[in-house]
């Protein structure tokens, strides 16, 4: 059973920075592209990140772009979302992603449970 575990986020004030993390387990975590998500308030989920098995390739937003960075460490079958100068429209609850394919495609098989990113102004 694959199970991703998110950690990191929090109440922040605009122009700081944070990390999320996300913990996987139940599969080959180095197999598989993974991604980030986000849902704010009344809004749908959107994509914010994404990156290949190897984390030579990463996608992004254009509303993240220049301030968010996603990593993997296929070593502690962990994936990363730096984020930096954070704005209020951050704000959202944030999502991982496991994907069924070794590149980056969007075809999501996996959520974890969400973390709160709070940034006020």
């Known amino acids: 059973q694959v199970q991703l575990v998110e950690s990191g986020g929090g109440l922040v004030q605009a122009g700081d920075s944070l990390t999320l993390s996300c913990a996987a387990s139940g599969r080959t975590f180095s197999d598989y592209a993974m991604g980030w998500f986000r849902q704010a308030p009344g809004k749908e989920r959107e994509f914010v990140a994404g990156i290949n098995w190897s984390g030579r390739m990463t996608y992004y937003a254009d509303s993240v772009k220049g301030r968010f960075t996603i990593s993997r460490d296929n070593n502690k079958n962990t994936v990363y979302l730096r984020m930096n100068s954070l704005k209020p429209e951050d704000t959202a609850v944030y999502y991982c992603?496991?994907?069924?394919?070794?590149?980056?495609?969007?075809?999501?098989?996996?959520w974890g449970q969400g973390t709160q990113v709070t940034v006020s102004s």
């Open positions: 992603a496991g994907t069924g394919s070794s590149a980056y495609r969007g075809d999501i098989r996996y």
